[in-house]
Structure formats: C-alpha cells, structure tokens
C-alpha cells in the first residue's frame, strides 16, 4: 500500500507541476502578443502624436488607471484568493464585486470631478482640462474589467483569462489606427480609442465568464447581500496598501515630470518606462499563475511553500539577461520604432534596467 500511495503523491505533483508550466507557459504567450500589440500601439501614438501629444495621452489615462488601483480596495487579489481555495461560488463572489463597483465608481467620479474642478490647473498645468475630464470614462469600466479578469483567474481558468486580457489591447490598436491614421483625431481621438478599448474588453470577459458555466446571467446580482463583502475586504486590504505604494512608485515620476518638465519630457520618458516594462511580462506571468496555485495548495505549513523562492530566482536571471540585451538594442531600436524626436528615451531607459530587473524578483515574492 505505502509504494502504491507514494507513486499516487508523485503522479499528482508531477500532473500539478505540468498543469502550473503550462499555464505559466500558456499565460507568458499572452504576455508576448500582447506587449507586442501594445508597443505597436506605442509607436502609433509616439509617431502621430509627437512628444508633447503623447505625453498629454500618458498622463490622461494615468487618471482612470490610479483610480482603478486605488479604489479596487484589493478584491481582485480576493477573488483570486477564495475563488483558488474554493471558499465562495463564483456567482456569490460576482454578486459582491459588482455592489463594490457600483459604490466605488460613484465614489471615484465624484471626488475626481470635484477634484479636477478645484486642482487641474495647479497639478496639470499643461493639461488641457477638457482632456482630463473626459479620460475619467475609462475608470468604471477599468475598475469592473479588473474585478471580472480575477474571478477567471482564481478559476485557473488561464485560457478565457488571457483571451479577456487580450481583448482590450487589440481592440485598443485597432481603434488608435482608425482615430489617428486615418481620421487624424489627435489626443482626444487617442483617448477616445482607449476608453472604447476598455468597454470592448469589459464585454468580453463577461462573456467569457458566462460561457464558462460558472455564471447564467445578470440576473438577480445585486440582490440578496453575500457574506464575501466583508471577507473580501478583510483579505483584499492588506494586499491593497502594498499595490497602491507599487503604483505610485512606478508611475509618479510620470507625474513629477509634467508638473516640473511639462508634456513633451514627460512624453520622451514614458518611452523608455513603456519598453522596459516589457521585461516583467515573466514576472507578470508566473505571479498571476502560481497565487491562486498556491492558495489551492495552502495547508497551513508554511515551510513547504518552496515553489515561490525558486520560481522567483529564475524569474531574477531571466530578466537579467534579458535587461542586458535590451541594453544593447536600445541605441539602434528606439530611433528605429519611435523616430528620431525620442533619442533622448535612450538614457532614462537604461537608467530603469536595474530597478526593472531586481522588482521582476520582488513582484514574484509578493
């Protein structure tokens, strides 16, 4: 019986193992067409809209994104979480999300509104207001996109999860080629793309979660209050002040430069942030992979958690190599993409390579 159930243990971790490289594998292919897609996308907005325009495109949907971060109040990190270990149906846990969206959006109009009403010229000197108003569109269907993409994934459901995250850059292309190549709509043209680029992606995973049996409609979500709120909240917070540090640490230089430098600097940097970033796409992959993984597996004995460490020291070397090629091809690569007004990307590119690579470490751990 001992050998019999030994080789029992052994074929699970051996079928888990594959079922966590396919995903991981499965999910960094995501990853790759889409950093693709959104380059593209990059040099369409960099080329047509010059420096200064893309820069005003930058800090416009940075608005709806910081609010998307600050106010999910960690429950897609929730969602993952319970929905992995198999704690809540997934019908209960939408019916949760979707009376935090409703709240939450409200919440963040206003106050960004008003906000924007009182501060805009003192904050976003150079921004015309106009633009930033009408960027806050993108925050609610943001923030929903967000709480249905987690209940995929802590369903380890990685195909219709990619296929959701996939949905809104493309789309987001498509749109950006007909607003500026061909219509030549300028910043708001640009902005309109992405906002439209969010509603599609928005459909779409609800589609994906319907057609995966876990949900037959909308019918009756808001009614009958669900336990969840609160446990959400009690988990979701802790993960939620660490997200918000992250945010502002990644993107509040983007801010400091407007204020100080103005559009057109901080439309040069968001080049070189927008390139290196593509190095987390392992990091991004394995994290979102190995979290609900890992709360399907917790049994409460912590020193058996080895998968984590090991993961996140190959993720570190990966991209380490990989930061040193991008080191090389970035002289040649970004007159080549991006055109020759964005020669100056060359050196604040190369100045992120080591905080890049030694975060890839930390967002793995995390």
Not at 162 to 179: D, F, Y
Not at 183 to 195: E, P, Q, R
Not at 245 to 270: C, H
Request: hydrophobic fraction near 50%; include cysteine.
């Amino acid at each position: 019986m001992k050998p019999s159930l030994s080789r029992g243990k052994s074929g699970r971790r051996t079928a888990a193992t594959r079922s966590l490289t396919y995903n991981v594998g499965f999910t960094l292919g995501r990853q790759v067409f889409t950093a693709g897609i959104q380059i593209l996308t990059v040099v369409v907005i960099a080329r047509f809209l010059g420096p200064e325009g893309n820069g005003l495109y930058a800090i416009c949907i940075l608005i709806p994104t910081f609010l998307s971060t600050l106010l999910n109040l960690g429950i897609p990190a929730a969602n993952v979480y319970f929905l992995g270990r198999g704690d809540v149906a997934t019908r209960d846990a939408l019916r949760s999300n979707l009376r935090f969206w409703t709240l939450l959006s409200i919440l963040g109009l206003s106050t960004s509104i008003l906000g924007l009403f009182l501060f805009s010229r003192n904050f976003f000197p150079d921004v015309p207001s106009t633009l930033l108003f009408f960027a806050l569109a993108a925050f609610p269907p943001t923030l929903l996109q967000a709480f249905l993409v987690s209940l995929l994934q802590g369903l380890q459901d990685f195909r219709r999860f990619n296929t959701g995250l996939m949905a809104g850059p493309v789309s987001t292309l498509v749109l950006i080629l007909i607003a500026l190549v061909w219509m030549d709509s300028g910043v708001f043209g640009a902005l309109s793309a992405f906002i439209a680029g969010q509603i599609f992606s928005l459909l779409v995973t609800y589609m994906l979660l319907v057609r995966s049996g876990e949900l037959s409609a909308f019918n009756g979500m808001l009614s009958s209050p669900a336990p969840y709120d609160r446990r959400s909240i009690s988990y979701g917070w802790k993960a939620h002040l660490g997200n918000i540090l992250a945010f502002l640490n990644y993107r509040a230089d983007i801010l400091l430069l407007n204020f100080f430098l103005g559009p057109s600097s901080t439309g040069i940097y968001v080049i070189a942030v927008q390139v290196v970033e593509r190095l987390w796409m392992l990091s991004t992959s394995v994290s979102t992979v190995v979290l609900p993984r890992l709360a399907e597996d917790y049994k409460g004995n912590l020193s058996q958690n080895t998968l984590t460490p090991r993961i996140s020291r190959l993720v570190l070397m990966t991209t380490g190599l990989s930061s040193f090629a991008l080191a090389f091809l970035a002289f040649p690569l970004i007159p080549l993409l991006f055109g020759i007004e964005y020669i100056d990307a060359i050196l604040p590119l190369l100045a992120l390579l080591p905080g890049i690579v030694f975060v890839s470490f930390s967002r793995v751990l995390a």
